[in-house]
């Protein structure tokens, strides 16, 4: 009987025990921190690259500035940028079509040699998305993805970006321009919005 009390009061069992308890909460703390963390490092990996480009797009002469949203409004990768064209002062296409204006054409040029100077990105996305449809009607799936088409073909075919670099998607009018905070029939949700990416 005395024996045996005098194992279960083993300082050393004891002191072992709690080290592996130690052990252990620290790996999982290490593990949940790596995980929180991961999205937030890959934002700080590419910070210079993606104010490399934000100045380069600052100092281009715009008719019509693009504007920069923000990452939370949306699900995109770590290390992008998300800027959209919603037309406020110069129309980008005409009206019901995917035939851009000589005044957009004029404003994705510009965007394309701002790109083209800081070639710090991996890679564009080109989303067109159209006004929100009235409840009963259908989605704008092929205007939408003609007006990415006709975008990306300027930044290829005149604004030297090359077509590797690029994809087109059409969104129809699933994103307001605000996020659901925009009314469904402000003119600015029918626009562009171009993704870059910098992320390897």
């Known amino acids: 009987m005395r024996?045996?009390?005098?194992?279960?009061?083993?300082?050393?069992?004891?002191?072992?025990?709690?080290t592996l308890n130690l052990v252990f909460i620290?790996?999982?703390?290490?593990?949940?921190l790596l995980?929180?963390?991961?999205?937030?490092?890959?934002?700080?990996?590419?910070?210079?690259?993606?104010e490399a480009v934000r100045a380069a797009i600052e100092r281009a002469?715009?008719?019509?500035?693009?504007?920069?949203?923000?990452?939370k409004l949306r699900n995109d990768p770590p290390g992008a940028q998300r800027w959209a064209f919603p037309?406020?002062?110069v129309q980008m296409f005409k009206p019901g079509t995917a035939v851009l204006t000589p005044q957009g054409r004029v404003v994705f040029l510009e965007f394309a040699r701002a790109l083209r100077s800081e070639l710090r990105w991996r890679r564009i996305r080109?989303?067109?998305?159209?006004?929100?449809?009235?409840?009963?009607r259908q989605e704008s799936w092929s205007l939408s993805a003609l007006r990415a088409a006709a975008v990306a073909d300027v930044l290829t075919r005149e604004g030297g970006i090359l077509a590797w670099q690029l994809a087109v998607a059409g969104r129809g009018g699933q994103v307001r321009?605000?996020?659901n905070a925009g009314s469904p029939r402000d003119p600015v949700n029918e626009r562009v919005e171009v993704v870059?990416?910098?992320?390897e």
């Open 196 to 199: 870059v990416e910098f992320a």
């Open 177 to 179: 321009f605000n996020g």
């Open 35 to 50: 995980a929180v963390g991961q999205a937030g490092w890959e934002q700080v990996r590419f910070k210079n690259a993606q």
């Open 61 to 71: 002469s715009f008719s019509e500035r693009p504007v920069l949203l923000d990452p």
């Open 26 to 32: 620290m790996i999982f703390f290490l593990a949940a």
């Open 3 to 18: 024996a045996r009390r005098e194992e279960e009061l083993n300082p050393y069992i004891a002191f072992g025990d709690l």
């Open 126 to 136: 080109v989303e067109g998305h159209t006004m929100p449809p009235f409840e009963g």
């Open 87 to 89: 037309g406020r002062r």
